[in-house]
């Protein structure tokens, strides 16, 4: 759903899905994230991706994968959403989440999935260790129907492309902390500029039009008064 052009229109991002070859292999699937990483330090390096804004997300195999990626470039991804994932981290489950106790996660899964357990595992060991930007939405039964038509719980991705506040949610962090620069809406209009809160708030409410869809015009004479 991210590819969406309506989603690309509104959040725009580049989108890299990694395929691994030996699914039942640890070691190749983390070569491929590292490689994955690698790529897209190469587009960082190119200036295509902001190095502040970097995420990680996956379901299932690719929620393990996610978790794993989190914690072993913690300084890289900005915040990670596994899905129905559970977590991969056995008898480590509190060392791995200590890597990430200050790291905004966002885990998704529902009830009746094998794996359910480990995600509340996972969600109480972060709350343990004082992780105040850890989230979960736990999916009940009833809320499992797209289209009037039952989601197997193993299935959240099919629910949750749905609501746009999860793709909200991951676009708003970033590893400073601080919120995505908002585009100008006007070229000739700096951000700093004395008079650009009022310029956002007139054409906001519709009662100032730009000289073009680019363009403000802040110099030229106005010869009519509202």
Same mark, same amino acid.
């Given at each position: 759903?991210? &590819?969406?052009?309506?989603?690309?229109?509104?959040?725009?991002?580049?989108?890299?899905a990694?395929?691994?070859?030996?699914?039942?292999?640890?070691?190749? +699937?983390?070569?491929?994230?590292?490689?994955?990483? #690698?790529?897209?330090?190469?587009?960082?390096?190119?200036?295509?991706?902001?190095?502040?804004r970097?995420?990680?997300?996956?379901?299932?195999?690719g929620?393990?994968?996610?978790?794993r990626?989190?914690?072993?470039?913690?300084d890289f991804f900005?915040?990670?959403?596994?899905?129905?994932?559970?977590?991969?981290?056995?008898d480590? =489950?509190?060392e791995k989440?200590?890597?990430i106790?200050?790291?905004?996660i966002?885990?998704?899964h529902?009830?009746g999935d094998?794996s359910?357990e480990?995600?509340?595992?996972?969600?109480?060991?972060?709350?343990?260790?004082?992780?105040?930007?850890?989230?979960?939405?736990?999916?009940?039964?009833?809320?499992?129907?797209?289209?009037? =038509?039952?989601?197997?719980?193993?299935d959240?991705?099919?629910?949750?492309?749905?609501?746009?506040?999860?793709?909200?949610?991951?676009?708003? +962090?970033?590893?400073?902390?601080?919120?995505?620069?908002?585009?100008a809406a006007?070229? #000739?209009v700096?951000? #700093?500029?004395?008079?650009?809160?009022?310029?956002a +708030?007139?054409?906001?409410?519709? =009662?100032?039009?730009?000289?073009s869809?680019t363009?403000f015009?802040p110099?030229? &004479?106005?010869?009519?008064?509202?």
């Amino acid at each position: 759903s991210w &590819t969406e052009p309506e989603v690309q229109e509104q959040m725009p991002c580049y989108v890299l899905a990694p395929v691994y070859t030996k699914q039942a292999e640890v070691a190749d +699937q983390e070569a491929t994230t590292a490689q994955a990483v #690698d790529f897209i330090q190469s587009m960082i390096d190119s200036g295509m991706v902001d190095p502040d804004r970097v995420y990680v997300m996956g379901k299932s195999m690719g929620g393990k994968n996610t978790l794993r990626a989190y914690t072993t470039y913690p300084d890289f991804f900005a915040a990670a959403m596994p899905l129905s994932g559970g977590h991969p981290f056995e008898d480590q =489950l509190a060392e791995k989440v200590a890597i990430i106790k200050d790291k905004p996660i966002y885990i998704i899964h529902s009830e009746g999935d094998s794996s359910t357990e480990q995600s509340d595992a996972l969600f109480a060991e972060l709350q343990a260790q004082g992780n105040e930007q850890a989230l979960y939405k736990r999916y009940t039964p009833e809320e499992l129907v797209f289209d009037g =038509l039952a989601v197997k719980p193993h299935d959240t991705e099919i629910i949750a492309a749905e609501d746009i506040s999860f793709k909200e949610w991951l676009m708003a +962090q970033s590893l400073s902390g601080e919120a995505p620069a908002e585009e100008a809406a006007f070229t #000739d209009v700096a951000a #700093d500029a004395w008079y650009a809160g009022a310029v956002a +708030q007139v054409t906001e409410k519709g =009662l100032m039009n730009g000289t073009s869809e680019t363009t403000f015009s802040p110099e030229v &004479t106005m010869d009519r008064s509202m």
